[in-house]
């Protein structure tokens, strides 16, 4: 995966290397993905920290931002690391 710059191009520099992940282990399904950065900046330490799980068989992407929760439909193309996102929910607390 390789981070991007918010107009989508890519990032440059001494910094530009750090933001390029590599595969660790097999598949990015059934795994928490944990918001640790946004925008440049450290996520601070919250009550229940943003997440992301997605669920490859069940056809879902469940989460957590902080305070609203958030699932959609996607499709997985591991061959070629593609993710299709569909029908986004989200609670909207105020």
Known sequence: LIRLAQDGSRLTGKMGEAYILTRLGEGIAGKYWKLIELSGKPVPKLEREPYVLLDVEGGRLS?????????ETVEL???TSLIRFAQIVSTRMV
Do not use: I
Request: with cysteine.
């Open 77 to 79: 193309d591991e061959m």
């Open 63 to 71: 989460g957590f931002g902080g305070c609203n929760r958030l699932g």
